[in-house]
């Protein structure tokens, strides 16, 4: 099926926040499809604390309102992912200028290797742009109340993820 004017957002999503949620939202209106593509594969040193498939659920269930929204976890590099959906872009969101500085990095990288697909910073809306998903991990071991910072089952999973561990 064609999905006309496709974007991609990569992520960790470990777990997904409404600052990302509203990332996906806000692209959900300017493409005709998104896919949120879930890093399968942990680039970062630190451990998840989701599973990819973990991570696909809270957010198929997150954007279900979406119609033109779907999830795909991936673990091939970003931007063969990117050609093989069909996108005509690579959405990411800026939440300062520290953000910034990484994004700007990949972007060359990006570039170079697939000069057909343009990125696409989004800038995060005031309410968000002091969260992350290592500071909702952070604030929900030492039992901070994350409920107004992540969907409802995510802040579910946590507390109850983080109290076994
Ligand atoms: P995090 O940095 O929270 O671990 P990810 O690696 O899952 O996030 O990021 C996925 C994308 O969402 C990135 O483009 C990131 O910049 C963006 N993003 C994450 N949190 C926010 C937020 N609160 N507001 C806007 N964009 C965000």
């Known amino acids: 099926m064609a999905e006309g004017r496709l974007a991609v957002c990569p992520g960790s999503y470990d777990p997904v926040t409404n600052g990302h949620l509203d990332i996906i939202g806000r692209t959900a209106n300017v493409f005709d499809s998104v896919v949120v593509g879930v890093v399968g594969q942990a680039i970062r040193k630190q451990a998840a604390l989701f599973t990819p498939e973990e991570r696909k659920a809270f957010l198929v269930e997150a954007t279900a309102d979406l119609p033109n929204v779907r999830i795909e976890v991936f673990t091939n590099l970003l931007v063969e992912f990117a050609r093989a959906e069909g996108a005509i872009a690579i959405v990411k969101g800026l939440r300062a200028i520290s953000d910034f500085e990484y994004e700007f990095e990949m972007n060359q990288l990006n570039r170079r290797l697939a000069p057909e697909i343009e990125s696409v910073y989004v800038i995060a809306s005031p309410d968000y742009s002091f969260l992350s998903s290592t500071g909702v991990r952070e604030m929900a071991t030492f039992g901070g109340d994350v409920s107004d910072l ?16």
């Open 150 to 165: 992540v969907p409802a089952p995510v802040a579910a999973a946590l507390a109850e993820r983080l109290k076994r561990a």
